[in-house]
Structures are given as structure tokens and as C-alpha cells.
């Protein structure tokens, strides 16, 4: 879990409380006919509650068994698929077969070349995910 996305997560949750904040003042200005300043306290003086929360919700995360990764692989997360000559796991086989099973035959033949093929792309998928962890 890296502290960039703690803090991005944390500065999240915050904008959000600050919104809902500016928005009860807005109701309670309307209903009082008098300004009703929003009293949201200034990040510095509530950052360490935000980011404890937002630990936890990506402690959850990972104990659901999901992780957070780039969008883009990074080098190190491409660097971990090559080269690649250890042979898929038989878990890796498995769920290749899952996967080919879920296309049509047809498709299976034009964008694979099999079940090697696909288990193959599950062994690189995982270690481009276990190296994106390593570099958070």
C-alpha cells in the first residue's frame, strides 16, 4: 500500500466530506435566510483521520483479495513478463481453460494459439500485477 495512494485516497474522501459540508451550509443558510458559513476544517488539521480511513478502505481492498494498479503496466510490471521461461502453473492452466471456454471456438483458434497460449498470458498478467505492488 503506498503512501502516494493513501494520500490520494485520503484528499479524496475529504473533498467529498468538504462538499457535503458546503452543501448542508447552503440548506441551512436557505432555511435560516442568513448566511450560514460551512465550518469544514482545513486539511492540515484533519489530514491524519483522512488518511487512517483511507488506509483502511485499501486495507479492505486487499483483503478482499484486490489490488490497485496502474492503468499504464510500468516497466517493472512488463519487466516481470520478460523473459518468462518458467512454464505456467497448473492454476495459471486452469484458469486459461476457463477463460477459452467462455469464447466462442471460432475466436479461440484466430486470437490464441491455445490453452498454452492463454495460460501463458495469466502467468505474465500475474507477475505484471505482483511487480506493480513491489513498486508502489
Do not use: H
Not at 479524496?12 to 462538499?19: F, Q, S
Not at 448542508?24 to 460551512?38: G, K, Q, Y
Amino acid at each position: 500500500m503506498s503512501s502516494e495512494m493513501i494520500e490520494l485516497a485520503a484528499r479524496a474522501l475529504y473533498g467529498r466530506e468538504a462538499e457535503r459540508e458546503r452543501q448542508t451550509a447552503e440548506i441551512l443558510s436557505d432555511a435560516a435566510r442568513r448566511n450560514i458559513p460551512s465550518d469544514m476544517e482545513p486539511w492540515e488539521e484533519c489530514a491524519k483521520m483522512y488518511l487512517g480511513d483511507a488506509r483502511a478502505a485499501i486495507l479492505a481492498i486487499e483483503q478482499g483479495g484486490y489490488v490497485i494498479v496502474p492503468r499504464e503496466p510500468t516497466p517493472e510490471m512488463v519487466a516481470a513478463t520478460l523473459p518468462m521461461a518458467a512454464q505456467p502453473t497448473r492454476q495459471q492452466v486452469a484458469i486459461a481453460k476457463r477463460a477459452l471456454a467462455l469464447l466462442p471456438p471460432i475466436r479461440v483458434e484466430q486470437y490464441f494459439q491455445g490453452e498454452t497460449a492463454a495460460a501463458e498470458l495469466v502467468r505474465d498478467w500475474q507477475a505484471m500485477i505482483d511487480a506493480a505492488g513491489r513498486a508502489a
